[in-house]
């Protein structure tokens, strides 16, 4: 059974980032590029200021040069090697750390120097299911969950439970962090698994 979310978003701020980047010789699924009858974006804004980040990250960019602390997973980078990097010249940055070992278990870490928008409610997940002897979709709705990251609780959902060529996608609403140098910065954290690694996962990021 497929799943996918439908994501209700507030309108009043502009820096949303969800989607995710590609493998490294597949294309993979991007909340951008899913089917329009898979995912619905209510909000409009939403979907044009997540167009708008998307297209302003580039491969590679100065980490040093952002004008926030760089937010990273320095346990999965002992196990599965250095992250990708991509950075705009807004000040946002992407790293998407994959295990080389394992497909579709991913972390990705997106940092932002402005407030990332936040759902009003976690989105709901549209689901494939016999329904009257056939084939219907049925809306259930989600439950905020809760982790912590760097000693502060923080919400997150399921944003999609995958199927095909990709795993199940979490993703936390936007968290405002202090680095060691006292620099303030905005971060959301999606992991990518199969094996059941959200919400564990998201606790391995630190400075």
């Known amino acids: 059974m497929k799943t996918t979310t439908t994501l209700f978003f507030a309108g009043a701020l502009c820096l949303g980032v969800l989607a995710t980047a590609c493998g490294p010789t597949t294309p993979r699924t991007t909340l951008s590029n899913l089917p329009q009858s898979s995912v619905s974006v209510i909000d409009p804004s939403w979907e044009k200021a997540n167009e708008i980040v998307m297209s302003s990250l580039n491969e590679g960019g100065s980490l040093a040069a952002l004008s926030i602390p760089v937010l990273r997973a320095p346990s999965l980078e002992s196990s599965w090697g250095k992250p990708s990097v991509e950075t705009s010249p807004q000040g946002f940055y992407r790293l998407t750390y994959e295990d080389p070992n394992r497909p579709f ?31 219907g979709t049925v809306e259930k709705t989600q439950r905020w969950q809760s982790t912590t990251v760097l000693g502060q609780s923080v919400l997150w959902f399921i944003e999609s439970t995958g199927g095909g060529a990709d795993g ?3 993703s936390t609403v936007g968290i405002r962090l202090t680095g060691p140098d006292d620099r303030v910065g905005y971060y959301r954290l999606v992991i990518e698994t199969i094996t059941g690694q959200a919400p564990a996962r ?6």
């Open 105 to 135: 278990e991913r972390l990705l870490i997106y940092g932002s120097p402005k407030p990332f928008p936040r759902p009003i409610a976690p989105p709901k997940i549209l689901s494939d299911e016999m329904v009257n002897g056939g084939l």
């Open 168 to 170: 199940e996608y979490f």
């Open 202 to 207: 998201f606790s391995k990021v630190g400075w």
